[in-house]
């Protein structure tokens, strides 16, 4: 009941297109969805979250989707670039508590 | 400092010794969290800090693992008679009460 799935684990996009990360969950007693992003030899960069109460939120050519009666969130990335070539990772977490990770997505942008 | 400070970068130590890996959080952070992460995979919850009481410490794989904040800031988290399974990047990571958790570099402990 603690786990946070993650799919998929690689995605390769061409330049340009949309990335979609998708997670899902079992515990209703989280209240907070961030997601990270990991460069090799670095720690992971907060990217962007949301709290449950909302069903979308958007940062530039981030976006978080959340369904709540499916208990599946999603990040996608729109206009992907090369720079955006990392490692993806969900979390969960109830407040002020642990973070629960997904098992990443490594993400190729092909220019 | 300007952001979550973790020492050393990397730990090479046979097997058997204790380790001791040391975070330093963003100055101010109430909370501090210690984490485990595997290669190709999400980072683990090992056990975190609210100002100095150790609030959760239900991700210690057992009791050879161990961590103390004793001023509210620096924290140090030790593995004592180490196994070659602990090998692993150990990542601390810091926020205000409540807040987005800030994560470090990461010390890379390999156990020989």
């Known amino acids: 009941q603690q786990q946070v799935k993650q799919s998929p684990q690689s995605l390769i996009v061409q330049k340009g297109g949309i990335s979609i990360i998708n997670c899902a969950y079992e515990?209703?007693?989280?209240?907070?969805f961030p997601w990270y992003q990991q460069f090799p030899g670095k720690g992971p960069a907060l990217l962007i979250a949301i709290r449950p109460d909302v069903s979308e939120k958007k940062e530039g050519r981030f976006t978080i989707s959340f369904n709540k009666s499916a208990k599946q969130f999603s990040l996608h990335i729109m206009d992907s670039q090369p720079g955006d070539s990392a490692t993806y990772f969900c979390a969960a977490s109830t407040e002020g508590g642990k973070l629960i990770f997904g098992q990443g997505t490594e993400l190729s942008v092909k220019p | 400092g300007a952001g979550v400070s973790q020492s050393p970068r990397y730990k090479v130590t046979k097997r058997g010794q204790d380790v001791a890996l040391r975070c330093d959080p963003i100055?101010?952070?109430?909370?501090l969290y210690w984490y485990r992460q595997a290669l190709g995979q999400g980072p683990e919850f090992l056990t975190y800090f609210n100002y100095e009481a150790q609030q959760d410490k239900s991700g210690l794989p057992n009791d050879r693992f161990s961590a103390e904040r004793p001023e509210g800031s620096i924290s140090t988290l030790t593995i004592q008679r180490t196994e070659q399974r602990d090998s692993a990047m150990y990542r601390c990571a810091s926020s205000h009460f409540g807040g987005p958790q800030h994560f470090g570099d990461g010390t890379r402990l390999s156990i020989l």
């Open positions: 515990n209703t007693a989280f209240d907070y």
């Open positions: 100055s101010g952070h109430v909370s």
